[in-house]
T-cell receptor, first 111, second 116 residues
Framework: TQLLEQSPQFLSIQEGENLTVYCNSS?????LQWYRQEPGEGPVLLVT?????EVKKLKRLTFQFGDARKDSSLHITAAQPGDTGLYLC???????????FGAGTQVVVTP | EAQVTQNPRYLITVTGKKLTVTCSQN?????MSWYRQDPGLGLRQIYY?????VTDKGDVPEGYKVSRKEKRNFPLILESPSPNQTSLYFC????WGGGLAGNEQYFGPGTRLTVT
């Protein structure tokens, strides 16, 4: 079973600072998704990366997919309090239908 | 409005009393799934359904049952709840259960279950 490891588990920063969270696996991802979850709500999809080496940008968020498709990162530039949330990566396992999530990185951005 | 709905949102029950959490989607999605979320463990998949004919176990199916009689509904059944099933539960749906590209998974608002 593919295991998705996210780091760090918790990140607290001041508004305006930059941050990076990571998602790693010992296995190759066919593709990978990043979600953000706010308190009291379900996760919401941010991006899907498919190709090794791919870089996607979503406003101040930059997503990278490793060349070997075994790791991914999410970088936030000039973080704002609205970026506060639990960031989760997810990927299919070896079976169609099964979706596995990492444990998540809790990001807190204080004004 | 495209959405996944779950009911109830909050439930406190006692050990052994059968309960059902309903899930419904209005997006004509083939794929539906149930997850539980516990602190430090992220989301763990309980059961999923590729379509109305195919349902299969996720990573933590013990103590749960599901049913997919109609495309839009996917209820989660706890026949004899135990305290270790106290958790936050999410239902989700997507177009299909294959590749992730172009296949966003939509989550319901969650059901917080406490079993005493």
């Amino acid at each position: 079973t593919q295991l998705l490891e996210q780091s760090p588990q918790f990140l607290s920063i001041q508004e305006g600072e930059n941050l990076t969270v990571y998602c790693n696996s010992s296995s190759v991802f066919s593709s990978l998704q990043w979600y953000r979850q706010e308190p009291g709500e379900g996760p919401v999809l941010l991006v899907t990366v498919v190709t090794g080496g791919e870089v996607k940008k979503l406003k101040r968020l930059t997503f990278q997919f490793g060349d070997a498709r075994k790791d991914s990162s999410l970088h936030i530039t000039a973080a704002q309090p609205g970026d506060t949330g639990l960031y989760l990566c997810a990927s299919r396992t070896d079976s169609w239908g099964k979706l596995q999530f990492g444990a998540g990185t809790q990001v807190v951005v204080t004004p | 409005e495209a959405q996944v709905t779950q009911n109830p949102r909050y439930l406190i029950t006692v050990t052994g009393k059968k309960l059902t959490v309903t899930c419904s989607q209005n997006m004509n999605h083939e794929y539906m799934s149930w997850y539980r979320q516990d602190p430090g463990l992220g989301l763990r998949q309980i059961y999923y359904s590729m379509n109305v004919e195919v349902t299969d176990k996720g990573d933590v199916p013990e103590g749960y049952k599901v049913s997919r009689k109609e495309k839009r509904n996917f209820p989660l059944i706890l026949e004899s709840p135990s305290p270790n099933q106290t958790s936050l539960y999410f239902c989700a749906s997507s177009l299909w259960g294959g590749g992730l590209a172009g296949n966003e998974q939509y989550f319901g608002p969650g059901t917080r279950l406490t079993v005493t």
